[in-house]
C-alpha cells in the first residue's frame, strides 16, 4: 500500500535551516507530482510546494517562494524541502501528498498523505 | 487566493443525526471542490472529490454536492467515529487553498 514517511523536523532557531525528507513507498514513485502541505497549529492546511513527476517543473506558495525548494530523487524514492530563513509563522506540521493524477497532469488535490513532521521555529 | 468559508466552525450532533456542513468559495470554481475528514493527530483524508464523487473505500453515508461557488457536506446518518475535523479544498485556481475546518463532535 501507499506509504509515505517524513522526518527532519525540530526546533530551530528564526533565520535558520532545516531540510524535510520524505520517503515514499507501495506505489511508482517516479509517475506522481508531489506535494508539500503544512499545518499550522489549530488552522486548515496550506498548500506549500509542488514538483512535476520528473522535477522538471516546481511550483510554490507566496508565503515561501524564494524561501524554500523543493526536490525529488526518483531513484531514491525521496521528497525533499529546504526551508531556509525560518520565521516563526513556519511553525507547522509539515506534510508530503501525492497528487491524485499521473504523470504530466497535476490535480493540485492529495489522494495520499504522510503522517507529518513538526517543525517549531522558536528563539 | 480564492477564500474558502466553511460553516458552522463548530457542530454538535447525536448519533444517528444527518449532518450538513457549508462550504462557500470567493469566486466561482465550478466543481474542483473537495472534502477532507481529518482526526486528531492525524492527516487529513480525502473523502469526497470533486464536488460529489465518493472515494474508494470510503463509507456511502458520506456525499457531497454543488458546483459554482456554494457546496455541501453530508453524513446521512453521524457515528461515534465520525468525529473529527473536516476541510473543504479548492484546486480549480493555483494556489489550491481549504477553508478554515468544520470540527464535528458528538451531541
Given amino acids: 500500500q501507499v506509504q509515505l514517511a517524513e522526518s527532519g523536523g525540530g526546533v530551530v532557531q528564526p533565520g535558520g535551516s532545516l531540510r524535510l525528507s520524505c520517503?515514499?513507498?507501495?506505489?511508482?514513485?517516479?509517475?506522481?507530482?508531489?506535494?508539500?502541505?503544512?499545518?499550522?497549529?489549530?488552522?486548515?492546511?496550506?498548500?506549500v510546494?509542488?514538483?512535476?513527476?520528473?522535477?522538471?517543473?516546481?511550483?510554490y506558495a507566496d508565503s515561501v517562494k524564494g524561501q524554500f525548494t523543493i526536490s525529488r530523487d526518483n531513484s531514491k524514492n525521496t521528497l525533499s524541502l529546504q526551508m531556509d530563513s525560518l520565521?516563526?509563522?513556519?511553525?507547522?506540521?509539515?506534510?508530503?501528498?501525492?497528487?491524485?493524477?499521473?504523470?504530466?497532469?497535476?490535480?493540485?488535490?492529495?489522494?495520499?498523505?504522510?503522517?507529518?513532521?513538526?517543525?517549531?521555529v522558536s528563539s | 487566493d480564492i477564500q474558502m468559508t466553511q460553516s458552522p466552525s463548530s457542530l454538535s450532533a447525536s448519533v444517528g443525526a444527518r449532518v450538513t456542513i457549508t462550504c462557500q468559495a470567493s469566486e466561482h470554481i465550478n466543481d474542483y471542490l473537495n472534502w477532507y475528514q481529518q482526526k486528531p493527530g492525524k492527516a487529513p483524508k480525502l473523502l469526497i472529490y470533486s464536488a460529489s464523487n465518493l472515494e474508494t473505500g470510503v463509507s456511502s453515508r458520506f456525499s457531497g454536492r454543488g458546483s459554482g461557488t456554494h457546496f455541501t457536506f453530508t453524513i446521512s446518518s453521524l457515528q461515534p467515529e465520525d468525529v473529527a475535523t473536516y476541510y473543504c479544498q479548492q484546486f480549480d485556481i493555483i494556489p489550491p487553498t481549504f477553508g478554515q475546518g468544520t470540527k464535528l463532535d458528538i451531541k
Fill in chain 1, 23 to 47: 520517503a515514499a513507498s507501495g506505489f511508482r514513485f517516479s509517475e506522481y507530482p508531489m506535494h508539500w502541505v503544512r499545518q499550522a497549529p489549530g488552522k486548515g492546511p496550506e498548500w
Fill in chain 1, 49 to 59: 510546494a509542488l514538483i512535476s513527476y520528473d522535477g522538471s517543473t516546481k511550483h
Fill in chain 1, 87 to 120: 520565521r516563526t509563522d513556519d511553525t507547522a506540521v509539515y506534510y508530503c501528498a501525492r497528487d491524485r493524477e499521473v504523470g504530466a497532469t497535476v490535480a493540485y488535490y492529495f489522494d495520499h498523505w504522510g503522517q507529518g513532521t513538526l517543525v517549531t
